[in-house]
């Protein structure tokens, strides 16, 4: 759990060693969270990518970004499948705010593919667990803080957050934005991951080898990825999709979205199995231990402040 080597590199040496070299330019808050985002969203000169690619080669980042071989290969049998569905027009309008967008268009394949896989979610404005587990910890004048941030998506595994959505304009969105999306993705992730750890330590479910699930939508494309623990927290892409904006692209739009969805899924299906299947009784000193070795985790770095719009004399 605290080791990560693929074809003899020494991912967290190499880690420790990107850090040292960056201490000295504007640092992310993802690698002062331990977090070694591999996704291509994050291959920008001077992420960890980049300095994979630099120092070790293409073949070294392609060893970085590989994920766990998926045991399952093909859906289960269903008794009874019940659809969310879906609708568009002959063209999205632009005119779409970002709820709409993510509610009528994207979530609809997501939630799709989830409900098929008999695995509840809810949307819109629900706080992640993880995050307000960590928040409740610290106090101000004396008074617990009860406040969480707030996902456009979630799945479950059991009560636990196993899938956070983040999404965007499917029109217009920003460059900011997207770039905000995925840091709070993945800091939700980690959260997530470290109170299920928490959690599940308590439990006859494993406590090792974990993996917890995302996605951000942006402009119409939403990516789907991966975070598990190895000494850092490793995020991994695993498919994505593109919305259908148009009727002539409707009939192959919709029918890669469906596949790229129902391919997540089984991702997140194979996860829960693994849950399951791993489970084992555990002793009062195995609960211990768990528990200190996730309170060693580092807490995060300072939270961003959300920016809020101030509008001039002259729009009042």
């Known amino acids: 759990m605290t080791e990560w080597q693929e074809e003899g590199v020494d991912y967290i040496a190499l880690f420790k060693e990107y850090q040292r070299t960056m201490a000295d330019e504007v640092f992310t808050s993802l690698a002062n969270d331990l977090i070694a985002d591999l996704t291509p969203l994050s291959s920008k000169k001077g992420s960890f990518p980049h300095f994979i690619n630099q120092n070790k080669g293409l073949k070294a980042l392609k060893a970085a970004r590989r994920g766990r071989e998926m045991t399952r290969t093909e859906w289960p049998a269903f008794k009874e499948i019940s659809f969310h569905y879906f609708k568009f027009d002959s063209e999205i309008p632009s005119s779409l705010n ?29 706080a992640t667990n993880g995050n307000k587990d960590r928040k409740v910890q610290m106090k ?50 980690r959260d997530s991951w470290v109170s299920q750890i928490k959690a599940t330590s308590q439990t006859p479910h494993p406590r090792s080898g974990m993996s917890v699930f995302g996605s951000t939508s942006h402009n119409g ?91 001039n004399k002259s729009c009042i």
């Open 98 to 126: 970002e709820r709409e967008v993510f509610v009528d268009c994207t979530w609809s394949f997501i939630r799709g593919a989830f409900t098929m896989a008999d695995i509840p979610t809810l949307m819109l404005e629900i």
């Open 140 to 189: 101000v004048r004396g008074e617990r803080q009860d406040c969480a941030r707030k996902a456009d998506g979630v799945g479950f595994h059991a009560s636990q957050q196993i899938y956070i959505a983040e999404s965007a304009l499917i029109y217009g969105a920003t460059q900011d934005k997207k770039d905000e999306d995925a840091w709070r993705s993945r800091r939700a992730l």
């Open 221 to 311: 494309e939403t990516q789907f990825f991966a975070m598990d623990y190895k000494g850092l927290f490793r995020v991994r892409t695993l498919t994505s999709m593109m919305v259908p904006m148009q009727a002539m692209s409707f009939a192959p739009g919709i029918q890669h979205c469906i596949l790229a969805c129902l391919e997540f899924v089984l991702h997140v299906l194979d996860e829960s199995e693994r849950r399951n299947s791993a489970a084992k009784m555990t002793s009062h000193e195995e609960r211990e231990d768990s528990l200190e070795a996730a309170a060693a985790i580092p807490t995060t770095s300072s939270t961003r402040k959300k920016s809020i719009f101030k509008p």
